[in-house]
């Protein structure tokens, strides 16, 4: 099992630009979800999904979009990147009756 | 709303010293509680948790963590600190609703602990 991975592993985007992170998991997970993590300021919930072809807004849910099509897959779309979104991003998953969250690698955003 | 705060955001101890982290939540219903630990450039790895049973719980490292529901913390401890314990260290609660189904994570901002020759 590969666990959770997470595509890219680094970019650097302009202001202004478009972008999709995508969080795939091989465990047969119900639940995904996306954070941010910022200096000092912990994980912070963007978007999650309870189940394929659900989505709902987490903590800090402007400026990100979420689609959840495939059961494996929690894609996280940035429509018009703005320095603020300059971070490391997570993606986690757990399965329904599980209490533990499974976490990617994670992604470096750089938005210039 | 949940809320958890750990003390502390940078600790160093001394190789062979405790190491002591500290977490406290506030939570409405009792929670679940997580402890989980960060390498550079790494993502999350769970070292415990806590859902119901015995309110020591053992880790992964060496690691342990005493739920007090009184004083509503988690904190977490390992008797003699090894340079490799060096990274982040994340608290986390989540809220256990009537019917059994579990809320999101909320996380504290992190604790950097230090492990020093």
């Known amino acids: 099992n590969a666990g959770v991975t997470q595509t890219p592993k680094f970019r650097v985007l302009k202001t202004g630009q478009s972008m999709t992170l995508l969080c795939a998991q091989d465990m047969n997970h119900e639940y995904m979800y996306w954070y941010r993590q910022d200096p000092g300021m912990g994980l912070r919930l963007i978007h999650y999904?309870?189940?394929?072809?659900?989505?709902a807004k987490g903590e800090v849910p402007d400026g990100y979009n979420v689609s959840r099509l495939k059961k494996q897959n929690f894609l996280l779309g940035l429509e018009s990147a703005a320095p603020s979104q300059t971070s490391v991003y997570f993606c986690a998953s757990r399965g329904g009756y599980q209490e533990t969250q499974y976490f990617g690698p994670g992604t470096r955003l750089l938005v210039l | 709303a949940q809320s958890v705060t750990q003390l502390g955001s940078h600790v160093s101890v001394s190789e062979g010293a405790l190491v002591l982290l500290r977490c406290n939540y506030s939570s409405s219903v009792p929670p679940y509680l997580f402890w989980y630990v960060q390498y550079p450039n790494q993502g999350l790895q769970l070292l415990l948790k806590y859902t119901t049973g015995a309110t020591l719980v053992k880790g992964i490292n060496g690691f342990e963590a005493e739920f007090k529901k009184s004083e509503t913390s988690f904190h977490l401890t390992k008797p003699s600190a090894h340079m490799s314990d060096a990274a982040e260290y994340f608290c986390a609660v989540s809220e256990i609703y009537y019917g059994g189904s579990q809320g999101n994570l909320i996380f504290g901002k992190g604790t950097k602990l230090s492990v020093k020759p």
């Open positions: 999904s309870v189940g394929e072809g659900t989505t």
